[in-house]
């Protein structure tokens, strides 16, 4: 996992936004380098506050520059500067770009692995947006329990030194997050046309920063504005830490249902149209097929393909991989027993930085539907009661005013 996973740098329309709605958003959310006290240690003892349930959420943005060459660095504090020290002003380069929220969940620990359910959140409140907006559905990884972008043991950080054979810089420096001075340590990957810095709590080994620089032939962000060119893009990306949290779901703890495990596939159908607005549309057939892949103990990992229904023929299919944490809202499968005691209008989280709250939206002898929702948009799955297994989906972006929704059709 590279910090482009981290800045989600797939930006859809909000690509369009100007970097003054990044700063806008930093303004908003002060960093605080403050790992939340976590009285049950976890899994590995050498980072104690790492758990299943936590949450880390940090700010981000995104920025492709048309016709530079990659030589933008930081400086001590983070900020982007040319070779000569120029510091990079966007008013003065034309360029897309973004920001937002970046939130990522640790839905599973195990062994010496971690699943990381990732979701990013672009801040559109210069568009009349009062909320982040997610950003389509959540990516998950499988990374190392002793290191990764979001942290790294304290020994093995601590152990790191500068090599230039590998284009290594390790340095000792005071980084200033919220109203903090902290001791940090820095460790930056310099190429010719890649540069990657990443900045650690020394003590905690929780990354407090992290940005990227790289450049190619053609930009990552999908929509340019008028006059841009592909050809020399640099793009740019930037991570800060802002705080971390918990979140258990009712079934963090309930031993995952048997079918999890001899299950081939899952066929859903469903469609998509925009709906509302101006120009509402024809309603789109679509289809997902959910095939498991392995599991593990509190885990599923799942290939998905969908298409679209024409004709009753599926065409454009897209592949795709999906882990399942025991301990996350965004999934195929949930607890009974937890499930069993569910009652309609309960709610069970609010996140304090993207204001996306989680409620049971509907519930009554066959089936829970869980809601997760902010101003800007709404996501729920709807679970059997009786196996836990979701037999409905669906989400409505206001933003596009596109409302998606999936029902299980049949399974083997």
Same mark, same amino acid.
């Given at each position: ?24 958003? +930093?303004?908003?959310?002060?960093? &605080? ?16 506050? @790492?758990?299943?349930?936590? /949450? ?20 001590? *504090? ?62 998950? +990884? ?20 500068? %090599? ?34 990443? /900045? ?47 979140? *258990? ?13 001899? +299950?081939?596939? @899952?066929?859903?159908?469903? !469609? ?15 289809? @997902? ?18 298409? @679209? ?20 809202? %965004? ?9 069993? *005691? ?12 993207? &204001?996306? !709250? ?9 089936? /829970?539907?869980?809601?997760?929702? *902010? ?7 709807? +679970? %059997? ?11 409505? %972006? ?15």
């Amino acid at each position: 996992m590279t910090s482009k996973a981290l800045a989600h740098r797939a930006v859809s329309t909000a690509a369009s936004a100007l970097i003054t709605c990044a700063a806008l958003l +930093f303004s908003a959310h002060p960093a &605080h380098a403050q790992v939340e006290n976590n009285p049950t240690p976890g899994p590995n003892p050498k980072v104690p506050w @790492l758990h299943e349930g936590l /949450v880390f959420t940090a700010s981000w943005y995104a920025q492709s520059h048309s016709g530079h060459s990659m030589d933008f660095k930081e400086d001590e *504090n983070g900020n982007w500067q040319a070779p000569d020290g120029t510091p990079l002003a966007g008013s003065e380069h034309p360029s897309t770009s973004a920001g937002g929220i970046s939130q990522a969940v640790v839905t599973c620990m195990g062994g010496d692995k971690v699943v990381l359910e990732m979701q990013s959140f672009t801040d559109m409140r210069m568009l009349g947006f009062p909320d982040p907006i997610p950003q389509g559905k959540p990516k998950t +990884f499988y990374v190392a329990i002793a290191q990764c972008d979001l942290w790294m043991e304290p020994d093995i950080l601590q152990s790191l030194t500068s %090599d230039p054979s590998a284009n290594r810089v390790v340095q000792p420096i005071k980084w200033i997050s919220g109203n903090q001075q902290i001791d940090a340590i820095r460790v930056t990957i310099v190429k010719p046309d890649h540069y990657i810095t990443h /900045v650690y709590d020394r003590s905690t080994g929780l990354c407090l920063h992290a940005a990227e620089a790289s450049q190619g032939s053609t930009p990552e962000l999908k929509y340019t504005i008028p006059g841009e060119t592909p050809a020399g893009d640099s793009q740019l990306s930037s991570y800060n830490f802002i705080s971390t949290r918990t979140k *258990n779901t009712p079934w963090a703890t309930e031993q995952m249902p048997a079918w999890t495990s001899t +299950f081939k596939t @899952l066929h859903y159908v469903g !469609q998509s149209q925009v709906a509302g607005g101006f120009m509402p549309s024809t309603p789109t057939q679509l289809g @997902l097929d959910v095939t498991r892949y392995q599991s593990g103990d509190g885990w599923l990992g799942m290939t998905t393909s969908g298409f @679209l229904i024409a004709q009753g023929e599926q065409k454009y299919p897209q592949q795709g991989y999906y882990l399942a944490g025991r301990d996350e809202f %965004d999934t195929f499968f949930a607890g009974p027993n937890s499930l069993a *005691n569910l009652q309609q209008g309960q709610v069970l989280d609010s996140d304090p930085v993207t &204001h996306v !709250q989680t409620v049971v939206s509907a519930a009554d002898g066959n089936s /829970v539907t869980i809601t997760e929702s *902010n101003a800007s948009a709404s996501v729920y799955h709807t +679970f %059997d009661r009786a196996s836990g297994k979701v037999i409905a989906f669906g989400k409505t %972006d206001t933003q596009t005013k596109i409302q998606t929704s999936f029902q299980l059709q049949s399974e083997e």
